[in-house]
């Protein structure tokens, strides 16, 4: 998601029309990203509640510091690396921490594919967990593009036939 708002922001045209300082955006920004890792924090703890785990027991398990996992509640920043730990204690998808903050896709559970084939595929094949996330991501970026298009020839059949009567 940051990266899509930073794309439109950083435009000159709209840097002009807005009357931003390239220093406002960056800020912007910032806040945008903070506010999803506070609420990404908000989800893991949820979750960690969920399994009855002590922050302490849930670093263990996740290879962190409780330091570390208490950051990661918190909202505050740390290492791409350490979300992998915290999905995998968690239960979830492998990358859905990043995907989350990236896109706001909620995060979901490990087993939670078996009515996609297409990723029960990508799951049992012998990629690391981190290509894995990354094919998983990708497919998901590729059917959402196929779904808005399918989307948009709907409507305008709607709007052909609409035109006939």
């Keep these: 998601m940051p990266k899509k708002i930073s794309k439109i922001l950083f435009t000159s045209r709209n840097v002009a029309k807005f009357r931003w300082t390239r220093a406002e ?9 903070q506010e999803q890792r506070q609420k990404l924090g908000q989800l893991v703890r949820q979750r960690r509640d969920e399994l009855g785990l002590s922050k302490d027991r849930a670093a263990a398990e996740a290879g962190v510091s409780p330091v570390t996992w208490t950051r990661v509640e918190d909202g505050a920043k740390v290492r791409i ?13 492998p990358g859905a921490c ?3 903050l990236r896109r706001n896709d909620l995060p979901t559970l490990d087993g939670e594919y078996h009515d996609d084939p297409i990723i029960s595929e990508i799951m049992a094949t012998e990629l690391s967990e981190r290509h894995k996330a990354m094919v998983i991501d990708r497919y998901q970026q590729l059917r959402a593009e196929h779904q808005r298009l399918w989307e948009e020839q709907v409507r305008a059949m709607i709007r052909v036939a609409g035109q006939r009567d």
């Design 25 to 33: 955006v960056c800020g912007i920004l910032r806040r945008v990203r």
């Design 81 to 93: 690396l350490t979300y992998a730990g915290v999905e995998r204690v968690l239960g979830w998808r």
């Design 98 to 100: 990043e995907s989350y």
